[in-house]
């Protein structure tokens, strides 16, 4: 057993009862049920804090792939996105969001969210009796500005008659048990109509006065995604966890190959920032961050402006672009830009997973340029033309270098798991964060003690989000368990599922290793099924408990 509080493990039986954890040792007595976890380490059940999962609850009420990788708690309305609250008619302001940033495909939303709530108590009340894992939701300001400010909140600024009617619809849902507030400043996240995300246009005075509420209710985390990593932001993070008092969480620390030293100087800001007794907790994934994509669809591209206007055009006017060499010229012209990007720019480091031609398949996109005797840019154009844009590709920008990982992933001051669970569901499947750390971290490259990995999957991240009697294995905790073996405990390979409503594609990825996936004392996940119980229960945050106490 290892409990999540980074105790050296030890053997141990877990008795349960009622749903919790009635005690831990040498246990006589009889049980209901037994499960024979010789093996296999029992810790608590691991908390998945930046999910995308909001709308897929709805119909799926496991979050899957989350119980396949010892997930029992998802977090979700991160990145300013959330369906609550919901304002008359702004059901379409929301699909458009969610549609584009987090590439969730827009006939699984429109058959598949039953919008039968307004405010964010009321969605929080529509998954309650309906869930297989626990659930906690953070309030969206792009749905916060949409419900005051209607269509014009991608368009402008607020006056501060809205401010204050945004911060009573912030109030409100701390106060329904909302685990924190988040926004999105990222210049990369349109919706679908190519109209910048809603937070994009809040001021700093805006998002400061909306932050405020959490400081004055002392309840909650601000979750932030401001764009690309860099150490510039800090001062911003570190003034708004000043000012509040709250955890702030932002992303990420990474180690990306076109800056291999970034990760270095983020960190030692954030021991400043720590240092100085304010909590900024930077985000990392444990994943290389792999992203399939095609000419067909895409946004690896976005950060690029020809390529972006591109990507937006009707299928014949793309092709026709892409063919023609004046545009050649300014694509070129575009990826030659010294400007920072997420993309590194190298087809060495881009493979082709499907294509039409046997000789290409697995190489690189630089390796089949030369194959064809062609300029890499050229290669991956034509080749691409040729086969109806359907030509498919993998590319991974970040987390490479094990000496780095090892370092941002062992430090205090991060988080781990961006698993996106919910999101880029035709991009990636990285619901596996947790397995990967067990399996490839610990295991393979041994970057730390297994205890330290349980206690960041576990208690660190119920210790920043409030969540009481969560996250440790002790008599009197929720039963929130999981068993696994660590000598063979991975993901799989992201796998095709059409289980999505309206009959859509999507990644899914399956684990290895893990064995049983318990919630509140019940059985959701055993070696690859799923139980159908529903024992998740809505985790509403301090504001709210305070609020039914007195
Ligand atoms: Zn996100």
């Known amino acids: 057993m290892v409990d999540g509080s980074r105790l050296p493990g030890y053997r141990a039986d877990v008795g349960v009862r009622d749903g919790r954890i009635a005690d831990i040792g040498r246990l006589q007595g009889s049980a209901a049920r037994t499960i024979d976890a010789s093996g296999l380490v029992v810790s608590p059940g691991f908390i998945d804090h930046h999910t995308h999962l909001d709308a897929q609850l709805l119909w799926d009420p496991y979050g899957t792939s989350a119980p396949e990788h010892g997930v029992t708690t998802v977090i979700t309305g991160n990145c300013g996105l959330a369906l609550a609250p919901l304002g008359p008619g702004g059901e379409e302001e929301l699909v458009q969001s969610f549609v584009r940033v987090e590439a969730i495909p827009r006939q699984a939303l429109e058959q598949g969210v039953q919008w039968r709530w307004h405010s964010f108590g009321d969605y929080l009340d529509a998954l309650e009796g309906r869930i297989g894992v626990n659930v906690g939701g953070q309030i969206g300001h792009i749905a916060v500005r949409h419900h005051v400010l209607g269509a014009e909140a991608t368009e402008r600024t ?275 964060y947790s397995t990967t750390l067990l399996g490839l971290w610990v295991r393979e490259r041994q970057i730390m003690p297994l205890e330290q990995a349980i206690h960041k999957l576990t208690f660190q991240v119920a210790s920043v989000y409030g969540l009481p009697q969560r996250g440790l294995l002790r008599p009197g905790y929720w039963a929130d368990l999981t068993l696994f073996d660590p000598s063979t405990v991975r993901p799989c390979e992201p796998e095709w599922a059409e289980d999505y409503p309206a009959n859509t594609r999507r990644l899914v990825q399956r684990s290895e290793g893990l064995h049983y996936t318990i919630v509140n004392g019940q059985v959701i996940y055993q070696d690859g099924r799923l139980s159908g119980d529903l024992p998740g229960t809505v985790l509403r945050g301090t504001a709210a408990r305070e609020r039914a106490a007195a």
């Open 158 to 432: 607020a006056t501060p008659g809205e401010i204050e009617r945004m911060r009573a619809l912030v109030r409100e849902g701390m106060e329904a048990g909302a685990l924190g507030f988040s926004t999105n400043r990222n210049p990369r996240h349109n919706r679908e109509d190519g109209k910048p995300v809603a937070s994009r246009l809040a001021d700093d005075a805006e998002l400061f006065a909306l932050c405020d509420v959490l400081a004055e209710l002392n309840s909650g985390v601000i979750q932030t995604i401001l764009g690309l990593s860099k150490t510039d932001h800090l001062p911003w993070y570190e003034q708004l966890a000043r000012r509040t008092g709250r955890p702030v969480t932002w992303q990420s620390v990474q180690h990306r190959w076109i800056a291999p030293d970034l990760w270095r100087q983020q960190l030692d800001g954030l021991a400043g920032i720590f240092a100085g007794g304010h909590q900024a907790y930077g985000l990392a994934m444990t994943m290389p961050l792999t992203r399939h994509f095609s000419l067909k669809n895409a946004q690896a591209f976005d950060e690029f402006p020809t390529w972006k206007t591109l990507m937006f055009l009707p299928e014949p006017a793309r092709k026709e672009a892409f063919a023609s060499a004046e545009t050649r010229v300014k694509l070129r012209a575009d990826l030659a830009d010294s400007k920072p990007s997420n993309f590194h720019k190298r087809w060495d480091l881009v493979t082709i997973i499907k294509t039409r031609d046997p000789r290409f398949l697995g190489k690189s996109v630089a390796d089949m340029a030369a194959i064809r005797q062609q300029d890499a840019l050229d290669a991956f154009l034509d080749l691409s033309l040729e086969e109806d844009l359907e030509t498919t590709f993998e590319s991974a920008n970040t987390g490479g270098d094990p000496e780095a990982m090892g370092e941002i992933l062992r430090s205090p001051y991060v988080l781990i798991g961006i698993s996106d669970a919910g999101a880029h569901v035709q991009f990636g499947a990285t619901f596996g």
